[in-house]
C-alpha cells in the first residue's frame, strides 16, 4: 500500500500547531505555539489573532523539520471542531488556503477522537476506556457500536477550566494547574463537595466552594490539595464506573491536565486495581497539536475519502459520539471474577452470603486505593447509610427492590436479599422499556434519585422489575436532578445497541409520563462542554 502525508492544522482554543504523519503512523513534523493571556482566561478573539499570525509560520517551519516539500504533502487535515468558534474559522480558513494552493484533498476531523487516536498510536492501546481531560473538555469515552461514544462528562465547566478559574480568582495565574499541583504536595485536607451525578461529573460547585475556602483564610496548599484530590477523585470514579460497565481492559489518560502526576497516579491505581493495563501517550501529544490531526486526518480519509470544500465549514459543538469510527478492533478481555464474587463494580464488590437461611449478597463498599482516606471514608459511609434508606423508601412507592437485611456503616457494607434474575441489558424489548419508565415515574414522584439507572442496575427476576444498586442515590426535588437520571438510562441504552437505543428510550418516556421532562434533557444535552 502506497505510504501517504497528511499535514495536520489544530487550533481549537490557545494552543495552535502544525503535525506531519504518514499513514505508517510516524511523526515526521510537531510545531506549535501557544497563547499566554496577560489576564483573564481565553478571549476567542485574540485567539483567533494568534493562530492567524502563527499558523503561516509554522507550516513552513513543520516542513523544514520534515524534511519535505510542499509537493510530498499528500492530504491536509484540519480541526473542524469543537473549540472557540473565531479560532475554528482561521484553521478551516488556512486549511482551505492551504490545499486550494496546491490543489490537495481536504478533511476536517474531530478535536476529541484526535486526541484518543493519537494516544492509541503512541501507546499500542486497542480499544481502552479513555478519560480526555483538558481546558475545555472532561470527557470518558469508549468505543461501542461503530462510534466513540461519551459514557461520561461534565455538566458544566471542565476541569481544565476549573483549575485555571481557581488559578485565576485567587491571583495564582494562569494556566493554574501546574501552580495548584506545586502547591498541593504541602497541603492538607479540608471539606470540599464531591458531585458525581450517575456517569457525569460537576466541578463549579467545587470551584466555588474552593474560592470562598480561600477567602476564609484557609491556607492556600490546603484549599489546592483539597480541590485536585477532590476533581480527580471525581473523575478517576466515572472513568471506574465505565470501566466496570463496558469491561474493557485498558484505561488510556489523554489531554492537556494529563500533565498532572498525581491525576497519573491515581488512574494508574484505579486501573491496576481492576486488572487493566493503564497508558498515556508522550506528555508532547497529551495537550492540542497538529500530529493528532494529521493522523486523525488519514484514518478518517482512508476509510470516507476527502471532503468537498463545501463540507469544509466549522463545527463549534462537534460532538465526539457524531462520527462514525469503522477501523476499531472492538475486542474485550474480560476481567476473571474470583469464585465468590458474583460482580466487581466500581462502587462495590458484590459477595455470596445467607442471613438468617436466606440467600443473601453482601454489598462491600472496598476502600479505593486511587482516593486519599479523608475522602474515601467519607463518600463510602454517606452511600451506605443513604442507599440502605432509599432501598426501603422505594419500596413504599411500589418499586421493587432488594429486600435490605443488614447495614455495616463502620464495614460500610450492606446485606440484602439475592435477586434470582437477569439484567435488563440481556433482555431489553419495547415492554419492558415503558415499564422501566413506569417505575423511573413512580421513584421520581417521591424525589428519589437513583443515581445510576443502567440497564445493567435493572434486573427482571418473576415478571418485575427489580432496581438495584442505589450507591449513587439521593433525594432532589429539582427536576435537573431526575432529568440526569434519565439521561444515565439513555447513554446505558446506547452502549447496549445504538441503533435501537433511541427508541427504547423514547418508550421509557412514554412510559414516565411527563412530556415536560424532555425539555429538560434536551436542555442539558445542549449544555455539554464541546465548546472552550
Known amino acids: 500500500m502506497m505510504i501517504l502525508i497528511s499535514l495536520g492544522i489544530e487550533g481549537t482554543a490557545e494552543k495552535t500547531g502544525v503535525g506531519i504523519v504518514d499513514s505508517d503512523g510516524n511523526i515526521l513534523a510537531m510545531a506549535g505555539k501557544q497563547l499566554f493571556p496577560e489576564e483573564g482566561g481565553i478571549h ?3 485567539a483567533a489573532e494568534h493562530h492567524a499570525e502563527w499558523i503561516p509560520k509554522l507550516i513552513p517551519q513543520a516542513l523544514e523539520e520534515s524534511g519535505l516539500s510542499y509537493d510530498d504533502i499528500d492530504l491536509i487535515s484540519f480541526s473542524q471542531g469543537p473549540g472557540l468558534g473565531p479560532a475554528l474559522r482561521i484553521v478551516a480558513t488556512s486549511a482551505r488556503s492551504l490545499a486550494l494552493s496546491l490543489k490537495k484533498p481536504i478533511i476536517g476531523v474531530n478535536h476529541c477522537i484526535g486526541h484518543v487516536e493519537v494516544g492509541k498510536l503512541d501507546t499500542g492501546a486497542v480499544n481502552p476506556v479513555s478519560l480526555y481531560v483538558s481546558g475545555g473538555n472532561s470527557q470518558v469515552i469508549a468505543y461501542e457500536s461503530g462510534r466513540y461514544r461519551i459514557f461520561g462528562e461534565t455538566l458544566d465547566i471542565a476541569v481544565g477550566n476549573c483549575l485555571d478559574h481557581f488559578g485565576r480568582e485567587t491571583g495564582l495565574g494562569h494556566p493554574g494547574g501546574p501552580v495548584i499541583e506545586k502547591l498541593a504536595k504541602q497541603g492538607s485536607y479540608v471539606d470540599l463537595p464531591y458531585v458525581v451525578k450517575g456517569m457525569d461529573f460537576s466541578f463549579s460547585g467545587l470551584l466555588s466552594a474552593a474560592i470562598r475556602e480561600v477567602q476564609k483564610g484557609t491556607p492556600m496548599e490546603d484549599v489546592c490539595f483539597s480541590l485536585q484530590e477532590t476533581a ?22 489523554c489531554g492537556g491536565v494529563s500533565a498532572n502526576s498525581r491525576l497519573r497516579e491515581m488512574l494508574r491505581t484505579m486501573s491496576e486495581e481492576h486488572g487493566a493495563k493503564f497508558y498515556m501517550p508522550e506528555m508532547k501529544l497529551c495537550g492540542d497539536n497538529g500530529v493528532m490531526i494529521a493522523w486523525l486526518g488519514l484514518l478518517m480519509c482512508r476509510q470516507f475519502g476527502p471532503m468537498d470544500l463545501s463540507q469544509t465549514g466549522i463545527i463549534q459543538r462537534f460532538r465526539t459520539d457524531e462520527v462514525d469510527i469503522p477501523w476499531i478492533d472492538n475486542s474485550k478481555t474480560y476481567l476473571k471474577l474470583s469464585d465468590d464474587l ?19 449478597v453482601i454489598k462491600d463498599r472496598i476502600p479505593k486505593g486511587y482516593r486519599i482516606a479523608e475522602i ?9 447509610k443513604e442507599e440502605a434508606k432509599l432501598l426501603s423508601d422505594a419500596k413504599r412507592v411500589g418499586v421493587r427492590t432488594p429486600v435490605l437485611y443488614d447495614v455495616d456503616l463502620n464495614r460500610k457494607a450492606i446485606t440484602m436479599e439475592e435477586i434470582d434474575g437477569v439484567m435488563v441489558k440481556e433482555v431489553i424489548n419495547d415492554d419492558l422499556a415503558f415499564r422501566m419508565g413506569e417505575e423511573i415515574s413512580k421513584l421520581h414522584s417521591a424525589d428519589i434519585i437513583h443515581g445510576d439507572i443502567t440497564t445493567s442496575n435493572i434486573m427482571l427476576a418473576d415478571g418485575d422489575l427489580v432496581f438495584i444498586d442505589f450507591g449513587l442515590g439521593r433525594y432532589s426535588q429539582l427536576r435537573e436532578d431526575k432529568a440526569v437520571d434519565l439521561l444515565v438510562l439513555k447513554k446505558s441504552l446506547q452502549s447496549i445497541d445504538y441503533g ?17 421532562i424532555v425539555n ?3 436542555d442539558i444535552e445542549s449544555r455539554g462542554r464541546y465548546t472552550h
Open 44 to 46: 476567542p478573539r485574540i
Open 232 to 253: 480527580f477523585s471525581m473523575l478517576v470514579e466515572v472513568t471506574e464506573r465505565a470501566l466496570s460497565h463496558t469491561q474493557k481492559d485498558e484505561v488510556m489518560l
Open 342 to 360: 458474583i460482580a466487581k463494580g466500581a462502587e462495590s464488590n458484590i459477595v455470596k452470603s445467607t442471613y438468617l437461611g436466606e440467600r443473601a
Open 376 to 384: 474515601d471514608d467519607k463518600i463510602r459511609r454517606a452511600r451506605a
Open 500 to 516: 435501537l437505543a433511541l427508541k427504547y428510550f423514547d418508550l421509557v418516556l412514554e412510559g414516565y409520563g411527563d412530556e415536560s
Open 520 to 522: 429538560v434533557i434536551k
